[in-house]
């Protein structure tokens, strides 16, 4: 739930306003899919004991189509030649009022609902007796759990058209009625259902309009530009704004939200992040010059051009001073770390969690040492990769270049966010970075520390930190500002986020890394290499989740003497089929389980090659590892495996970037495209064409002599 919606909890009486574009198709006929679904929705909710009011548009619509088509019957030939005049809007009303009921009677009758018809003027309100009785009547239908349905009485209201120009009474549309209405019959909510998903900041047409979930009036009133008027109706957005603000000025909350998407308020009622919101203490839930998903974005995107601007040692000077802001603010950053465990050991946080949250001495001096590490690498923009001679006085180079803006949204490890800022820092790309709730105050305290190190000819919007999850479904929209996502962190969050975006997803989901001790492998060296892939931290992506043991060695004194190992150490062994029975330990419910914790599963293998064949089908394409003394065997295992890395007799701990020289890393990537295991500076650049000439033109390549001499890359010494 929404923490600025979580007032749904306490709600009873709704009222829900369904305007013509939701209630009709684009040719003018009922759009009963559409309403039926809506209408099962509200039979829910009375049966679940909330009190529901409908506020309806589209009689109008509903009576002109059905008139029209029988004027088309009625006329004759000649008739048809004639200038067809336009169908009295009073007499539609009438005849659409009544189709418009029989429908929405028959479809409640269907949902075993009884509905109530109400049909009021705005003269009505002008009476005291009469917003009496209305109050007292209304309560008397939701009492019996009947749903009354309310319309405008067109037929015989006195406004006139264009109602632009009549707009000064007690309501002059269907918006407004609803929100008198919410108002008259003290309703805990108002829904507004349209025909899009609620108000954007400028027309929803507009690629780089963005949906506003919380309005403001005081970020938003006179800075949103709205787009044309619905294309039925009278009223259209603006009406809905209009309407939805005087609700929750008086104190009724508002949602506008789409009448189209399945399920939209179920999804309302439960608090989720769906719609627009107005509610008259929404200015104290936000901070008004608070940066949107876009323009932290944009803001990041021409930080990035400055940073690519400044000499490399220049980006070495400022990731040294972030190393050394480190040190400097370790008292700080320790407090706030404390108090992010501190309120993880409350919440019941499994250990696993704990142990990657904690940012103790030990990881500062780490971060800050592979931090200068970083900054000493060398230049990694610009670099010539590749120098061809087209033709005479032609030159082709491919050089490397920034991606651009990444957006990493990771789990509960802060020092990530240290690492990945370096690594952005020095391969000149704009960053926004998403972190686990858990490290909340730990994060907010390092994305300070960091920026305040920015100098301002870069200017610290380099580095932007998104503190709600909710902002990340708007985040994964700006595939035209944001070059890469790469998120660390479950295998749900990861499929969620590659199924949510058009934007290229880097990462991996499961860290399932295998050990394979051969028959021909030294056991003592097995032990060392077991022991460490397992319990030097079993929390990491790169700890072993499975140990597969070659058949030879299941019934030997050895086998047992690995198993031991793991269970003094604390471990605790799930065995598959083969393993499970032999041992008597509990079987493992699947092989593809990431555990995290004190945990592994061992089964045994026939040989080599059954190994291999395990890990191809179990495997998440992470890290694996033989333990064997036969290089031939050895061999067949590194080139078989397709994973992101492979070993021969070294603990599936090396799978780490530091560990690689690459100074950190962003993630470990088990996709084939871009980059592959450890991701460092260098799986955060692309790569662009450069061609040099002198007048040369194509024409058809007519008197181009093409030479395709590859030319030696000079490097600076």
């Known amino acids: 739930m929404d923490p600025t919606r979580d007032f749904v909890k306490n709600i009873k009486r709704v009222v829900f306003k369904v305007g013509t574009a939701v209630v009709t198709r684009n040719d003018g006929r009922l759009a009963i899919g559409r309403v039926g679904a809506i209408f099962e929705q509200l039979e829910e909710l009375n049966s679940q004991g909330y009190e529901i009011i409908l506020v309806t548009s589209g009689a109008v619509g509903a009576g002109c189509q059905r008139l029209k088509y029988r004027r088309l019957l009625n006329s004759s030939f000649a008739d048809l030649q004639k200038p067809q005049v336009e169908i009295d809007g009073k007499a539609c009303a009438a005849v659409g009022q009544n189709g418009l009921m029989a429908v929405y009677d028959s479809l409640f009758n269907q949902l075993n609902i009884t509905s109530s018809q109400l049909l009021v003027t705005d003269n009505d309100f002008k009476n005291p007796e009469f917003r009496t009785q209305l109050s007292r009547t209304v309560n008397s239908l939701l009492a019996l759990r009947s749903i009354p349905i309310f319309n405008e009485n067109d037929a015989i209201s006195t406004r006139k058209a264009p109602y632009e120009q009549d707009s000064t009474g007690i309501f002059w549309d269907n918006d407004s009625l609803a929100a008198l209405l919410a108002i008259e019959l003290k309703a805990d909510l108002l829904v507004l259902l349209s025909d899009v998903e609620g108000l954007y900041s400028g027309p929803p047409s507009d690629p780089n309009s963005k949906l506003i979930y919380t309005y403001v009036k005081q970020k938003h009133q006179g800075v949103i530009t709205f787009g044309d008027k619905s294309r039925v109706g009278r009223g259209g957005m603006t009406a809905k704004v209009k309407a939805a603000i005087s609700a929750a000025d008086a104190g009724t909350p508002v949602v506008i939200a789409s009448g189209y998407v399945s399920e939209n308020i179920a999804k309302v009622l439960e608090g989720q992040r769906v719609g627009t919101l107005f509610h008259r203490d929404a200015h104290s839930w936000v901070t008004l010059n608070e940066l949107s998903a876009r323009e932290m974005a944009v803001a990041a995107r021409e930080c990035s051009t400055k940073l690519q601007s400044v000499s490399s040692e220049e980006r070495s000077k400022i990731l040294c001073g972030i190393a050394e802001a480190l040190e400097e603010n370790e008292t700080v950053i320790k407090v706030e770390n404390d108090a992010d465990v501190a309120a993880a050991r409350e919440a019941g946080y499994d250990e696993s969690l704990i142990s990657r949250l904690v940012l103790n001495h030990a990881k500062i001096s780490t971060l800050a040492k592979s931090i200068r590490k970083i900054a000493d690498m060398e230049e990694p923009i610009g670099q010539i990769l590749k120098k061809t001679e087209l033709a005479e006085g032609l030159i082709l180079e491919k050089t490397t270049c920034p991606l651009g803006v990444l957006l990493i949204i990771f789990e509960s490890r802060p020092d990530a966010l240290v690492q990945i800022a370096s690594l952005a820092i020095r391969s000149g790309n704009g960053l926004l970075l998403k972190g686990g709730k858990e490290a909340r105050c730990t994060n907010a305290i390092l994305h300070k520390v960091i920026t305040a190190a920015i100098p301002e000819t870069v200017g610290e919007k380099l580095i932007g930190l998104v503190t709600s999850k909710e902002d990340i479904p708007d985040l994964l929209k700006l595939d035209d500002v944001i070059d890469l996502v790469i998120p660390r962190g479950s295998n749900r969050l990861v499929s969620q986020i590659k199924s949510s975006t058009k934007i290229p997803v880097l990462g991996h989901s499961d860290g399932i890394c295998h050990v394979y001790v051969d028959k021909s492998a030294n056991i003592d060296m097995a032990k060392n290499i077991i022991v460490d892939s397992k319990l030097d931290y079993p929390a990491a992506c790169n700890a072993m989740e499975t140990l597969l043991v070659h058949q030879e060695l299941s019934s030997s004194e050895s086998f047992q003497e690995l198993l031991d190992e793991l269970s003094q150490g604390g471990v605790t062994l799930y065995g598959g089929p083969r393993a499970s029975s032999m041992l008597n330990i509990s079987e493992a419910k699947s092989f593809h389980h990431e ?123």
């Open 595 to 717: 555990y995290n914790s004190r945990a592994c599963t061992v089964e045994i293998v026939d040989d080599v090659k059954s190994a291999v064949h395990h890990i191809r089908r179990h495997g998440s394409g992470h890290t694996e590892c033989i333990v064997a003394e036969d290089v031939e065997t050895a061999e067949y295992f590194l080139h078989q495996v397709d994973s992101a890395a492979v070993f021969h007799n070294a603990s599936t701990r090396f799978c780490d970037g530091m560990r690689f020289g690459l100074g950190a890393e962003v993630g470990i990537s088990t996709s084939k495209i871009h980059a592959r295991g450890p991701v460092g500076v260098e799986g955060l650049l692309t790569t662009k064409w450069i061609l040099r000439g002198n007048g040369h033109i194509v024409k058809g390549d007519e008197g181009v002599d093409y030479t395709h001499n590859n030319l030696v890359v000079l490097t600076e010494q």
